[in-house]
């Protein structure tokens, strides 16, 4: 069983594209030894990255393109 469930991080962004952009720029923090913003027993980067979005702790920010 995968926790937290797609359908739950799916609510949390507003494309996969957006979850897998957002989990992997936190995972490289957190191997990059940032603190964890969540309490949890996971070990792996990605699943603490995906567990906090789905905490709320972490959000992104959409940039529009200047130009072109």
């Given at each position: 069983?995968?926790y937290?469930?797609?359908?739950?991080?799916?609510?949390?962004?507003?494309s996969k594209?957006?979850?897998?952009?957002?989990?992997a720029?936190r995972?490289?923090?957190?191997?990059?030894?940032?603190?964890?913003?969540?309490?949890?027993?996971?070990?792996?980067?990605?699943?603490i990255?995906?567990?906090?979005?789905?905490a709320d702790k972490?959000?992104y920010?959409?940039i529009?393109?200047?130009?072109?």
């Amino acid at each position: 069983m995968i926790y937290p469930s797609i359908d739950t991080l799916i609510k949390k962004v507003d494309s996969k594209y957006t979850l897998v952009i957002a989990a992997a720029k936190r995972a490289r923090m957190l191997n990059e030894d940032a603190p964890r913003l969540i309490d949890t027993k996971s070990i792996k980067d990605v699943s603490i990255a995906l567990e906090e979005i789905a905490a709320d702790k972490i959000g992104y920010d959409r940039i529009k393109k200047q130009g072109g």
